[in-house]
């Protein structure tokens, strides 16, 4: 089936670093500071682009806007093309991840690597059920019901209760958020199904998979890693969905290790 696609638009992103360039995509319902705490730590070594997808963040959704694969991955290769890239290490969070391997799949000559995070070949009934749940969550019992079930299903039980500050924020931010772009995005993706082309993935792949994600089930990561050819995989512990949030030190240098391994073998090692 062809997925419907508005024309592709202009994405706000920030730009940080010099070096091979890296794109950190966000997943449903972000934007790019899910990546606040890892770009410091890539920026030293690389170029980092991490923009806000369509409807979400600073980027507007045009009317018209379908919110598809077909239609995301437009936008992102139209910021390469602004961006002067002809090709980039692609990095996705969740739905971001989803996006990610949809443009190596499609796109593998702008692809550089991959790497997924929380992510998965599919959108399997558990991960549906659970987006069902925040729907439900938000219109039966309003924003705040939503946020919380958001802490509790997004992140580990121990990170949350050592970051309060973090959830009140969360909280008020829920509050005041337009959630149709978020919602119309996570319909589009109960449909995405890459398990019949993903062993066709020829790019370097890094999985980096919590084993407490209540989202995007473990053993996806172990899915992914057999599925793709050479793929390597990180595993963290008493982690949530969010990896780049709760851990983003480990997360940065997962992907800086991975990027300038590639990076060498491309005979284009990064500075030190």
């Known amino acids: 089936m062809v997925e419907e696609a508005?024309?592709?638009i202009d994405l706000y992103a920030r730009r940080e670093g010099s070096g091979?360039?890296?794109?950190?995509l966000h997943g449903v319902g972000g934007n790019h500071t899910v990546w606040n705490l890892v770009v410091p730590h890539l920026s030293p070594q690389f170029t980092v682009i991490a923009p806000d997808l369509r409807g979400h963040g600073r980027t507007a959704a045009p009317e018209g806007s379908h919110f598809t694969y077909a239609e995301l991955a437009g936008d992102v290769l139209r910021l390469l093309e602004q961006e002067s890239v002809s090709s980039a290490h692609l990095v996705g969070l969740s739905?971001?991840?989803?996006?990610?391997?949809?443009?190596?799949?499609?796109q593998p000559d702008r692809a550089r690597s991959l790497t997924i995070v929380s992510g998965a070949a599919y959108t399997d009934p558990h991960t549906r059920a659970v987006a069902q749940r925040w729907a439900e969550t938000y219109a039966k019992e309003g924003p705040d019901r939503f946020a919380l079930r958001l802490l509790k299903d997004l992140y580990y039980p121990d990170w949350v209760e050592e970051h309060l500050d973090f959830a009140d924020e969360l909280r008020e931010l829920v509050k005041h958020q337009d959630i149709g772009p978020a919602e119309r995005w996570s319909r589009?993706?109960?449909a995405f199904d890459e398990r019949g082309r993903v062993a066709n993935v020829r790019?370097?792949?890094l999985i980096v998979q919590a084993m407490d994600d209540a989202v995007v089930d473990a053993s996806h990561g172990r899915i992914l890693r057999q599925s793709i050819p050479g793929a390597k995989i990180r595993i963290?512990?008493?982690?949530?969905?969010?990896?780049?949030?709760?851990?983003?030190?480990e997360t940065a240098e997962a992907i800086a290790t991975f990027v300038a391994s590639v990076e060498a073998q491309r005979g284009n090692a990064p500075a030190a």
């Open 95 to 106: 739905g971001g991840a989803l996006l990610a391997l949809r443009l190596a799949l499609d």
């Open 236 to 249: 963290l512990a008493e982690t949530g969905h969010m990896v780049p949030v709760e851990r983003p030190r």
């Open 20 to 24: 091979p360039p890296i794109v950190l």
């Open 188 to 190: 589009a993706m109960q």
């Open 6 to 8: 508005a024309p592709p």
């Open 203 to 205: 790019v370097p792949t």
